[in-house]
């Protein structure tokens, strides 16, 4: 069976794992695609550091920092020390010694001229997630926050993501996210492929503005889903009202959307209403959703969805799979 995912950090790549124990206890072979948000990119020190891309990689390669979600085990950040005692900006990113490894393979392999599929490719062939992890893009798309500009009053100004979200923790409301240079970018290579050939598409509970709504605005994207014969069923990021983990409800409130699993569900809406789901699962806590977005064509079902240990997870993405083939059946 060949599954698909749009996966943006730490909450797509804890469902993959899951996704990863259900798929090898069922027996069949299967092939997961990861299409990863690359938004959150950033420049730092003279490295480039792709979050979402590196906590996929480190998550399913075991070598994830399981505490912080992010980063390496057993970091140290000796290096950020010293960048800090001479007082060289940006102070509040922390870069770990083991994390700057993979950032000067990927500076060096992008200077070369090697695309970031490419060198992504070649950074999974040491830690084998056991997917294949394609970034949404080779182009820059980086992710910007429209914040009021805390140091100049009554300005607006466009904020790195990773600025706003760990310098500010999200805490200045954002008036919209602007994913810069998005409108230029093109699918990175196998992207399309593996939307079009794909058996099932999964999205998994990653943040639907700022992770898998970067990857939606990557021109050609949302079309392939849309014409995929793949059935396409999501999880919800938000249960009995709240994110479960990240700042989701921050950048629903950006653009308006109520932080409820049933308006991120019809957010995205019905793919035979011009959106992109066929089912969606939300938790039993939400089970009330059930029957409005069956009413908006999105087959719903309400299964438990915290992702407390890898069975748990696997449990999800096994629910995730059956419903995307009860639609599949029904037509
Ligand atoms: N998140 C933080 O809250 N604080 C950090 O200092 C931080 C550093 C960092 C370095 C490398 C990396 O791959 C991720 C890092 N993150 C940090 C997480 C990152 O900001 C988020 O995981 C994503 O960008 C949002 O999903």
């Not at 490719?121 to 798309?141: H, I, S």
């Not at 093109?186 to 992770?211: F, H, K, M, Q, Y």
């Not at 069956?294 to 993405?317: H, Q």
Request: with cysteine.
């Amino acid at each position: 069976m060949r599954v698909t995912t749009l996966a943006g950090g730490i909450g797509g790549a804890r469902f993959i794992r899951g996704l990863k124990a259900h798929l090898a206890a069922s027996g069949q072979e299967s092939h997961i695609t990861v299409i990863g948000n690359t938004g959150d990119d950033i420049w730092v020190h003279g490295l480039r550091v792709c979050p979402d891309l590196d906590t996929v990689m480190y998550t399913l390669g075991d070598g994830i920092d399981t505490e912080r979600g992010w980063g390496r085990r057993d970091e140290t950040f000796h290096a950020k020390e010293e960048l800090q005692a001479y007082g060289v900006e940006p102070t509040w990113f922390g870069l770990g010694d083991r994390d700057i490894g993979t950032h000067l393979v990927r500076t060096a392999s992008l200077n070369a001229g090697y695309p970031l599929s490419d060198v992504t490719r070649a950074l999974c062939a040491r830690w084998k997630p056991g997917v294949e992890l394609l970034p949404m893009t080779n182009d820059r798309a980086e992710t910007h926050v429209i914040v009021d500009s805390p140091d100049v009053p009554g300005n607006r100004v466009a904020m790195h993501f990773q600025e706003w979200w760990i310098k500010y923790r999200a805490s200045l409301p954002a008036h919209d996210f602007v994913f810069i240079g998005i409108e230029n970018a093109t699918p990175a290579p196998g992207v399309l492929e593996a939307i079009a050939e794909a058996d099932v598409i999964v999205l998994p509970p990653s943040n639907p503005i700022v992770s898998i709504g970067t990857i939606l605005a990557v021109p050609g994207i949302t079309d392939a889903l849309s014409q995929t014969d793949a059935p396409i069923v999501g999880i919800s990021p938000i249960i009995s009202g709240a994110p479960v983990r990240g700042m989701a409800d921050a950048c629903l409130t950006a653009r308006g959307i109520e932080t409820t699993a049933l308006a991120v569900g019809l957010n995205y809406g019905a793919r035979n209403s011009g959106g992109i789901l066929d089912g969606w699962l939300v938790d039993t806590s939400d089970a009330d959703a059930e029957s409005d977005l069956e009413a908006a064509g999105i087959g719903c079902r309400a299964v438990p969805l915290f992702m407390t240990d890898v069975p748990a997870t696997a449990a999800m993405a096994e629910h995730a799979i059956d419903l995307a083939q009860a639609l599949r059946s029904a037509g």
